[in-house]
């Protein structure tokens, strides 16, 4: 079992050399393995923040509080310890990467977390029946990492790197923007077959309720003002949906 929490957790987004703007104002959240946590809140509320911080982005910088898994604080740890360590962040808008394909990309990152290289053939069947179950093309492979893809084949890629590096936390954020409901479907499938597999706690950052028709949450935590503001369980999104964010907004103003 693996348990990870955030405690007092502040941190700043750096604007310009000499400015920032403190965006989390104190998070405490604690994620257990096996357990997902949908985190719902307005734009500006402070959620891809979160989800940066925990990944180590550089523009991101946390000012008080600690990340621990299984009690070891990550905080200090560069962007690729955290990995290894067991974290994992997909991102609302996946970059291209011209001129590296997906496959020697994925072969690299799996290498890097595992700590050794898996032999190319068995990393080759792994890789094409990741794909086949994410309904990803063969030929994606040796494509350039996103490039030309559409918003949905760069979530399924995010989800087929999930099921490859097989983390122990994994931060989805807004992984259900931009999708299609056959879309949604199978990028749901791809975090719930994770979870069962790899015993894994998910934070999942979402505006809607949609995709946790198809991703189950245990708990569902409202994000306002840089903090949680209410927390519960499922039946707390669709409070959400029908009532909106305003009465949380107004309490922390």
């Not at 007092?8 to 357990?35: K, M, P």
């Not at 008080?64 to 990995?83: F, K, P, T, Y």
């Not at 949680?228 to 409070?239: C, F, Q, V």
Request: charged share 25%; glycine share 10%; no cysteine.
């Amino acid at each position: 079992m693996t348990k990870f929490e955030i405690r007092g957790l502040r941190a700043d987004v750096l604007i310009g050399e000499d400015e920032r703007q403190e965006i989390l104002t104190g998070v405490d959240l604690t994620v257990n393995s096996n357990e997902t946590h949908a985190i719902m809140g307005p734009n500006g509320s402070g959620k891809s923040t979160l989800a940066y911080a925990i990944a180590g982005h550089p523009r991101y910088e946390i000012t008080e509080g600690e990340v621990l898994i299984d009690g070891e604080n990550i905080v200090e740890m560069s962007v690729d310890e955290r990995a290894r360590a067991g974290v994992f962040l997909a991102m609302q808008y996946p970059v291209e990467v011209p001129g590296v394909s997906m496959s020697n990309f994925l072969r690299s990152s799996v290498t890097a977390v595992r700590g050794e290289a898996p032999k190319l053939r068995q990393f080759s069947k792994e890789l094409q029946g990741a794909m086949k179950n994410l309904s990803i093309d063969s030929g994606f492979a040796a494509r350039g990492v996103n490039e030309g893809f559409s918003g949905g084949e760069k979530k399924r890629h995010e989800i087929l790197q999930l099921e490859l590096l097989k983390p122990r936390i994994a931060v989805l954020d807004e992984t259900d923007s931009g999708l299609d409901v056959d879309a949604l479907k199978v990028v749901s499938e791809g975090i719930n077959r994770a979870k069962e597999t790899h015993e894994m706690g998910t934070m999942l950052i979402t505006h809607y309720t949609r995709i946790l028709n198809y991703v189950k949450p245990d708990y569902v935590h409202v994000f306002a003002n840089g903090r949680i503001a209410e927390s519960g369980g499922p039946d707390l999104a669709d409070t959400l949906e029908s009532e909106g964010y305003e009465r949380f907004v107004k309490a922390g103003a």
